[in-house]
């Protein structure tokens, strides 16, 4: 998500690219849902350990939909391997 806050550089879009294609195939295999530790201040907030992976997987690949597609573009189901089904039947 950091890497994508800041544009499309060309000397990162690789790294960014790597990490949304990691991202997207950790989502489609279910392991976006595992805790990990990411430092000393959230391990003090134990009660929300479960909900950051979800929180910070949808805010990464939100960034890189607003940064791949353009941020008003309307994404049709059949682009995204993860749409929500209820938005691939409603088109």
């Keep these: 998500e950091a890497l994508l806050a800041g544009g499309r ?3 990162i ?3 960014a690219e ?5 991202l997207i195939e950790a989502v489609e295999a279910g392991r976006h849902r595992e805790s990990w530790p990411i430092g ?3 391990a003090k907030l134990w009660y929300y350990e479960k909900l950051y ?3 910070f ?3 990464a690949l939100g960034q890189a939909c607003r940064l791949l597609l353009g941020a ?3 994404v049709p ?7 929500h089904p209820t938005n691939a039947t409603a088109r």
């Design 77 to 83: 189901p059949s682009r995204l391997s993860l749409a």
């Design 9 to 11: 550089p060309n000397t």
């Design 53 to 55: 992976p979800q929180i």
């Design 57 to 59: 997987t949808v805010s």
């Design 40 to 42: 000393f201040y959230f």
């Design 72 to 74: 008003d573009a309307e």
């Design 13 to 15: 879009e690789r790294e």
């Design 18 to 22: 790597a990490g949304i294609a990691w």
